[in-house]
């Protein structure tokens, strides 16, 4: 049972250009490939919205195989995942993010519509 761990944030004034320049490093993809390596979690990328309208500016997504997976990767004291808060932490705004998990439609054996009320 695949889990998306997305999480939503907005930046800091002025620190577009900085952030992207960052996430486009060689040191950002080394830090994802090392997160990957220590919890077991796949990094699927980071996303900004292209058309329509979105309550923030940016979504990060991580694929996990099981909600366990994920429960280690929440514990874990990954040196690449303090590595990569101690990066970004002073350019996005932390406060208001949010962080969604979506399964895929397609792995559910039923519906519980009491679940979304």
Not at 27 to 44: F, H, N, S, W
Not at 53 to 62: K, L, S, T, V
Not at 66 to 71: M, S
Not at 73 to 78: E, G, I, M, N
Request: no cysteine; net charge negative; hydrophobic share 40%.
């Amino acid at each position: 049972m695949t889990v998306y761990r997305v999480i939503n944030f907005d930046l800091r004034a002025e620190s577009g250009d900085k952030y992207l320049e960052w996430l486009k490093s060689e040191e950002a993809k080394r830090i994802y490939r090392q997160i990957e390596e220590e919890t077991g979690a796949r990094y699927v990328g980071t996303y900004i919205q292209d058309a329509g309208g979105a309550p923030f500016d940016f979504e990060e997504w991580w694929e996990f195989p099981d909600y366990a997976a994920l429960d280690r990767f929440r514990r874990t004291s990954s040196k690449a995942v303090a590595e990569l808060m101690q990066k970004i932490y002073p350019l996005v705004n932390v406060e208001a993010g949010k962080i969604r998990l979506l399964r895929p439609v397609g792995e559910l054996k039923e519906y519980w519509p009491q679940a979304n009320q």
